[in-house]
Structures are given as C-alpha cells and as structure tokens.
C-alpha cells in the first residue's frame, strides 16, 4: 500500500517539473510560430504581448497549483503526525524521548504507568535512576556506541525500579537514536515493554493455538461428519468423517453449497421450515435425508448451527450429522417384529388378532361368512427331533410359503405358535366353502420340503375350522373354537379336518382334566401295574408276563389305559409315567426273584412318544442298577407304527436298549407298516401278533393266513413269536399248529394285580 505522504511529497516537483516544460515551451514554439506566420511587424508585436499576457495567466495557474500541492502535503504531514502522536501516547508500551545524558525529555501515559510516577515527575527524571545499580555501566557503554554511530539502536531486557513502590518490574528496553535536524537536537527514543506482559500475551497466544489445534484435532477425528460454509452456505471445510460418509473428498467440496447432498425426498417446505428454525434460534436439528456421492440416499440425524460475530451477524453455518441407516433398519426390524414373527415374516398370534377383530367388525356389518382356520402341523415336534430345528425352521417357512400362495387376496394368515398357523378365510358363502379352504391347505402342506441336500420332509397338518356367525361371533370364541376343532381332527386321523361343535370342546375339557387327574394319581401312587401271563405254547408254562398300567381312581375306580396313555402322550405325562412303571416293574421281578418264584421275562409296553422323545435307554438302565432285576428278563414292548417312523433314529435307540443287554419286542406287529427290510435292521427278539388277526381266527381266512405268514417271516428272521389276545383253545390250537412260540390272553389269565400274578405262578408251578 502506499504511504498517503508519498503521493503529496511527489506533487510539488511534478507541479515544478510541468511549469518548467511549458515555461520553456511556451517561449521557444510560441516565438519560432509567431515568427512563421506572422510577417507584420505590428500584429507581431500585438501577438507578442498577449503571449506575454497569456505568460503570466499560465505561471499563476501553476503557481497556485504548486501552493495548493504544498499546503495539502503540510496538512497531510501535520495529521500523520498528530495521529503518531496520539498513538505513541496511547500504545500499549512505554515511549520516551530522552536527552543523551539520560534525562527525560517526554514520555508516554504507558511508561509513567510502569515507573509509578506522573508525567511531570517522570519528566524531572533521569533514567540511569530507574535502572538497577548494576546495569548502569553496560547502559553507559551500549550509549556510547550509540552516539558514536556503530550501532543505530540497541534492546536488552532489564529491571527498571518501580517509583511508588520500589518494585522491579522486568521490561524489554530498545532504544535508537534520532539524529540531529531540523533544528532539533539528536536525543534517544525509548521503547519500553513490560517482559511479563510479553510472556502473558505470548502463553495466552500458544493457549488459543493449543485449544485451537485441538478443535481441529477433534473435527477432524469426529465419528460426525462435519462441514463449515460462510453465511452465504459456500464450503469452507469438511472433515475426514464427511469424505467416509458421503465419498466427497474435501477439495472436491470446497466453495460448493450443501446443495449438492440433496436427496430429493424432501420438499420445499422442509427445508423453509429448516431454515426458519435455524434463524429463530440459531439451531436446527433432525433426520434428513440426503445423498452420497455414489447417488446413494440414505438417512442422517443432523444438526445445524449458526455462528454469530460479536454485531450478532451470521459469519458461519456448522453441521454436523452422523448416518443412521443402520438405526434405521433396527428400527424397522423392530418394528415389523412387533407385528410379524421373526423366522417366517407372518403376522405373529398379537397381529393375528388385531386382523381378525377387524374381520370380525366388517362381517357384522356386511353379514359376511368367515372361517377361522387352525392349522396344527402333525408331529412337527417330531421334525425338529429328528432333523435339527434348523431344518425345522426351514421346513415351517416353507410351509408358511406353501399356506400363504394357497391363500386368496384379503384372506389372513398368521403364526401363533411353533407348529400352530391361523388363518381367516372370507367371503365364504356356507361352510362347505371353509372345508374346501381346509382341503386345499392340507394340500398345499403336504408338499414336501427338499433339503439342499436332496432328502424330502413332509410335515402333515390338522385344521380346526370355526364360522362366523355360526359357531361363534367373537375373536376370542372363534378363535377357541377352531382350537377346540383341531383336536377333532387329530382324532381323525393325521391331516384331516373338523368342524367346531360343543361337542368336541366338551371333549377337550374332559381331556385337560383328565391330564390334571393324570398328575395328580401319579404323585399320589393311584397307578398300579397288573401282569398278564405270557404262556410258552409247546410247554404250556409260563414263561413271562406283560405288565399292564392300570389307574386305580378313588371315585371312578379302574380307568382303563387306553383311555389314560393317550392324554398321558399328548400331555408330556408319559415321560415321568413310564419311568415309573419301568421302575415299579423291575423293582417287583427282583422282588419275586428274592421270593423264589422262576425266572420271569417281564415286558413293559413303551408309548410312540416315550420311544423317540425320552432318554428310554438312561431310565432303563437307571431302573434295572436301582432294583438289581437282571437285563435279560426285562422286554420292552415297542409298537410297530414306533418303528416305522424315523427308522434310523429308532435304530440306534434299539441298540443302546440292547446295549444294556434288554430284549425287545415289536407290539401290535401286522398294524404298521414296517418293511421287513426295515426289520432286519433292527435289534429285535420277538415279533408280538396283534390280537386283531387272533380274535377271528378260526373264522377268518384272512387273519389265519397272515398270522401264518408273521410266524414264518419271524421265525425266518431268527424271532420268537408271541400272539395277543389268544382267548379260546381253537386259537391256540391253530397257533400251536403253525409253530406260533408263546401267546397271552384270556384263555390263561387277563391282566392281574402282582399278588394275584405270584400266586397263579405258585399255583401252576406247584411252588408255595
Ligand atoms: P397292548 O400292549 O397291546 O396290551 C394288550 C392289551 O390287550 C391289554 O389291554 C390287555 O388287557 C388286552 N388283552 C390281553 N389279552 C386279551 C384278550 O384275550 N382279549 C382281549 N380282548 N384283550 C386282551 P390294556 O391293558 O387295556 O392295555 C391297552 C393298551 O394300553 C396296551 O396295549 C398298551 O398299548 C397300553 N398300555 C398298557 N399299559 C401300558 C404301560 O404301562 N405303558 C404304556 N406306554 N402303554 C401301556
Ligand atoms: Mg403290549
Ligand atoms: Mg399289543
């Protein structure tokens, strides 16, 4: 920049310089072209005094000129020096004019302030009285260099003493010499600073850059993207965080606006009210949306802030944001959790629900016919049994598929529990229409599952149909209803259906009490075991003995186990009440044994469920080491349709039954379905004829030709042969015949308590 001064020194030459061209010029061109065109001597001589006239009207101008320049260079220099002045006299350091000897001629407000004296005083000072005793020469000796001209200033840091209190206060002293002019004497400048202020502003200078660079540190280090524009919203920076969130380096976002994150989701609206907010308070905060720099949109929470001078002018806008897509997705997760169940993405049991409320509501309205469905899948407890539960997951969620494509638009569907879906089929003119929606789903289900691997599941399914307004005319009744009509199903069969009737919720109650009694009898001891003779046919001795469960009720008296071991199995009951009866029988063989009855063979029936659901083989074992009965006498009866489901897992059951040395027999044999190729897999001792082929005989052709077949086919495989139900001679007569091994039934004995048991064995083997 230039000194204002130098312009106004430059003016009065330029001002000389252009008089004295023009002077000269006018003289010379003004004669040599008057002596060219004029040729007469009087207009010459006229010419020639208005050039003289015309002479001095041009050294007036620059004259006047020149004054003009010189008295605006004066006033120039008078207020630079009276401004010099008033800063010298108000600077922040200490001035002094001082005469060579040291005396001081003026000073500034500044140093009085530091020599703890006024003006006038300061004034009647000599300096060498506020330095330290000991400085006083190497001053002298720095002056005298001084003055002899080998140095123009000198600064060193020294003591001055305090007036007022005597105190040392440390200052940095630099003084120059002014030379002689103008009239003036040479004198000494004094500049005297406070050492201590120095260092204070100094440290409160490296403090602001130590808490500056850590802002930045922090900025830059922040997990939050954070960008700073001026007022006008044009970049100023951008952190690390924004190059990761967005893909935008900083120098690509430099002088840019935050435009350039729009993301098109929101409207004018938005971002005026965004604004509004920011200039009424200052802050704004909330989710956007805005866009990365692969086109991508996603969710910020952001947070914007104005930054205001001193004046209470916008200079900065701050925002900071972080990215919450991830947030975002938990949440909608958490969300659709709320409504859906998480493995198949149904409507879970609350949703449901709600659903069918809203169903049920419009039907009341329009008079509409709708069914509640109740789909149970058939043994899926099994499935995830046998195959793991993450194919059982997979095989639900193919089912949930299969349900949900068989289903037609506006029909509902949910899953209320493991291997329980629910669906609300509408529009229906009659109930016929749900059977046939029944029908269809049973259909769809019983598509098989294929496992990567290539092995198939089929899970069947029971569905349980209630109608509005039919059976019931509530969520909650028809809900129940169907419930109730699955049982019905199950009755009939795997994969069947059934209507919803009074009869079968009846049913169900009597089913649950029945499963309470059920727990009660076996804590209370009201089960006892009877033993049924089992009668060797080519001796005719006894050999062994089924032990029977029987339920001495207190009120009802003998509740038969056909009517008990089926709720027993679907309870859960038959795990703790076939350990009780392997225990109770093992416990009572040793018991005979000790009282010296023969050797008995004692065959325990074990249920479906009991076989594949409990550890069989731990609680033999733990019945036979507790009661001390020998393996080889105990037979557990196992029935065929047992077998033929999950034949690799009851396999190896069977081997570590007979592991522990146990024989084993196949129950009901000619009900199930087992290959006998299946059979030879198994560990099996005796093949037991169902008393359904024995009953007929000798009336049924039939039924003598396969109870023939089973005891060639057992024998061939190496197997005892026992018939069930054996209830006249004519039927032992043909099973003694066809070189059947043993038989139980009526025609020996029926099902008797122990002691009735040990005395027919006394009785017949003449033992007392
Ligand atoms: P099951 O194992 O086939 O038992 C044979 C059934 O036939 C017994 O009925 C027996 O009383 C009956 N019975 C025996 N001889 C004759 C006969 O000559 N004619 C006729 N009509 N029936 C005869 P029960 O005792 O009522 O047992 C029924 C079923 O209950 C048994 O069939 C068995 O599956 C089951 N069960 C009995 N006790 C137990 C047990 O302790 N545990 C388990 N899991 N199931 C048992
Ligand atoms: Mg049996
Ligand atoms: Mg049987």
Redesign the pocket.
């Known amino acids: 920049m230039t000194n204002p001064g130098d312009a106004s020194r430059m003016a009065p030459w330029r001002g000389m310089l252009l008089y004295l061209v023009l002077g000269v010029a006018w003289v010379y061109l003004g004669d040599w072209l008057l002596a060219r065109w004029v040729s007469d001597p009087v207009v010459l001589t006229q010419m020639q005094t208005w050039k003289g006239w015309a002479y001095v009207l041009l050294t007036s101008a620059v004259a006047w000129c020149l004054l003009r320049d010189l008295r605006r260079t004066e006033k120039v220099r008078l207020t630079m020096a009276k401004e010099l002045a008033q800063i010298v006299r108000y600077a922040p350091a200490g001035f002094a004019r001082v005469a060579p000897d040291g005396s001081i001629l003026w000073a500034n407000e500044r140093l009085c302030d530091l020599l703890g004296a006024p003006l006038a005083q300061v004034c009647a000072m000599n300096f060498r009285e506020v330095m330290l005793a000991a400085d006083r020469d190497l001053a002298a000796v720095r002056l005298s260099h001084l003055l002899a001209g080998e140095i123009d200033h000198y600064a060193e840091e020294r003591e001055c003493v305090r007036r007022s209190d005597g105190h040392k206060v440390p200052v940095l002293c630099t003084v120059t010499l002014v030379p002689e002019s103008d009239g003036e004497a040479a004198h000494l400048v004094c500049v005297v600073q406070d050492l201590d202020e120095i260092k204070a502003a100094r440290a409160a200078l490296k403090n602001s850059e130590a808490r500056q660079r850590l802002a930045a540190t922090v900025v830059d280090n922040t997990m939050e993207g954070v960008v700073v524009t001026d007022a006008h919203s044009r970049i100023l920076s951008a952190n690390a965080a924004v190059t990761r969130l967005l893909g935008y380096t900083e120098e690509e976002l430099l002088g840019q606006t935050p435009r350039v994150f729009k993301s098109g989701r929101h409207d004018k609206a938005f971002y005026e009210a965004m604004w509004s907010t920011l200039r009424q308070t200052g802050h704004w905060q909330g989710e956007i949306w805005n866009r990365r720099k692969n086109g991508e949109v996603f969710p910020e929470h952001m947070s914007l802030s104005a930054v205001r001078d001193p004046a209470g002018q916008v200079t900065h806008y701050v925002c900071m944001f972080t990215d919450i897509s991830e947030e975002k997705v938990q949440q909608q997760r958490l969300e659709f959790l709320a409504h859906n169940d998480a493995l198949t993405g149904l409507s879970n049991r609350a949703w449901f629900g709600h659903q069918l409320e809203l169903v049920v509501q419009e039907a009341r309205v329009s008079g509409e016919h709708v069914a509640v469905l109740l789909l149970n899948l058939d043994r899926f407890k099994d499935v995830n049994d046998s195959y793991g539960h993450a194919t059982g997951d997979e095989v639900l969620k193919h089912i949930a598929r299969r349900v949900q494509s068989a289903l037609r638009p506006g029909d509902v569907l949910g899953r209320l529990a493991g291997d329980e879906l629910a669906v609300v089929a509408r529009h229906l003119r009659h109930s016929d229409g749900a059977a046939a929606v029944a029908r269809h789903l049973i259909t769809a289900v019983a598509e098989p599952w294929r496992s990567p691997d290539g092995f198939e599941v089929v899970a069947g399914v029971s569905v349980g149909i209630c109608m509005y307004p039919e059976h019931a005319n509530t969520p909650e009744l028809l809900l129940q209803g169907a419930h109730a009509a699955v049982y019905g199903a199950k009755a009939r069969g795997r994969g069947a259906w059934c209507f919803f009737h009074e009869a079968m919720t009846q049913a169900a109650r009597e089913r649950l009490a029945l499963e309470s009694r059920l727990r009660n009898a076996l804590a209370q001891g009201h089960l006892q075991m009877y033993y049924?003779p089992q009668v060797q046919i080519a001796t005719g001795r006894i050999v062994g003995a089924?032990?029977?469960?029987r339920w001495i009720d207190p009120e009802e008296g003998l509740i038969?186990?056909?009517r008990f071991?089926p709720v027993a199995e679907t309870s859960g009951v038959i795990g703790p009440l076939?350990e009780w009866?392997l225990n109770e029988v093992c416990r009572q063989g040793q018991q005979w044994r000790l009282e010296g009855l023969p050797d008995l063979t004692l065959a325990?029936?074990?249920?479906p469920r009991?076989f594949h659901l409990t550890d069989l083989a731990g609680c033999a074992s733990g019945a036979l080491a507790e009661s001390g009965f020998p393996p080889e006498l105990l037979e557990l009866?196992i029935t065929e349709t047992a077998l033929a489901e999950r034949t690799e897992e009851a396999r190896q059951v069977l081997m570590r039954l007979r592991a522990l040395g146990l024989r084993i027999a196949v129950?009901?044999f000619g009900t199930g379905y087992s290959s006998l190729a299946q059979l030879k897999r198994f560990p099996i001792d005796v093949l037991k004829i169902d008393?359904g082929f024995i009953s007929d005989i000798p009336q049924s052709e039939d039924d003598m030709a396969i109870s023939a077949a089973i005891i060639a086919m057992g024998h061939s495989m190496g197997l005892s042969v026992l018939a069930?139900?054996?209830?006249t001679a004519g039927q032992l007569a043909f099973l003694q015949e066809r070189g059947c091994d043993a038989y139980?039934?009526?025609?020996c004995s029926r099902?008797v308590t122990a002691d009735a048991f040990a005395a027919l064995l006394r009785e017949r083997s003449g033992a007392r």
Do not use: K, M, R, T
Request: proline residues 7%; charged residues 20%.
């Open positions: 049924q089924e032990a029977l469960v038969s186990p056909a071991i076939g009866v325990v029936n074990v249920s009991q009866e129950d009901d008393q069930e139900g054996v209830e139980q039934g009526y025609l099902p």
